[in-house]
């Protein structure tokens, strides 16, 4: 009995080993639109442009620095990074598989749809470009920190994800930047954790604009 039970705790960590040396896909899903009816009567606000301003290293300090694995970051296209949201780490630290969004998903947008529901709950009235007139606002957004990442422990490990963007806005307005921080202990990390923590903060930072970004 404590034969098999050895070979299952075996085969069950070689199982998990796998999981975190290969790349990881997850979704993060976005608020429902569709399903808001409030009338929104305060000022127009038009969100231009949302840029990837993070920055990956080969072989960054800490685990909260972005970087890939497989070809390396300087060898990873625009368009992996934009999905790229966390690096999966083993017991010790060492960083292994990437965790990244569908290849029909961004950073970018999902910043967007989150940063215009707060706009929305902050009063604004955000439309999109065919509404923009010449006096409308806009606001460009930089997302300056977009990242995931796992902190070994020696009771349990930490998930912690951390988004923070920059504003700047084509009238004399000034907002300072926004940043969302999550951090949730656990015993393992799976696929769906990585969803998750995003999601939380994501909404997180939503709630952040709502309270700060009133016209």
């Not at 997850?26 to 231009?48: E, F, K, M």
Request: hydrophobic share 40%.
């Amino acid at each position: 009995m404590k034969r098999i039970m050895l070979a299952a705790i075996i085969v069950a960590a070689a199982l998990l080993q796998g999981c975190a040396t290969s790349r990881s896909t997850v979704d993060v899903q976005t608020p429902n639109t569709g399903t808001v009816s409030q009338a929104h009567t305060g000022p127009s606000l038009y969100i231009r442009n949302v840029t990837d301003q993070r920055h990956f290293e080969e072989a960054p300090r800490s685990a909260d620095i972005p970087s890939l694995g497989f070809e390396g970051a300087e060898a990873a296209t625009d368009e992996l990074k934009s999905r790229a949201i966390g690096r999966k780490r083993n017991g010790y630290g060492k960083a292994l598989g990437d965790v990244l969004l569908p290849e029909d998903k961004t950073i970018t947008e999902l910043v967007r749809v989150y940063a215009s529901e707060g706009f929305e709950d902050a009063g604004w009235n955000v439309v999109n470009s065919a509404d923009a007139s010449d006096d409308v606002t806009t606001v460009d957004i930089g997302v300056t920190r977009f990242w995931t990442w796992v902190k070994p422990g020696f009771w349990a490990i930490a998930l912690n994800t951390d988004i923070e963007t920059e504003f700047t806005f084509s009238d004399a307005r000034q907002l300072e930047p926004i940043h969302a921080h999550l951090k949730d202990r656990m015993q393992m990390v799976v696929d769906s954790d990585w969803a998750t923590s995003n999601q939380l903060t994501l909404e997180s930072y939503r709630q952040a604009i709502a309270q700060k970004a009133t016209p």
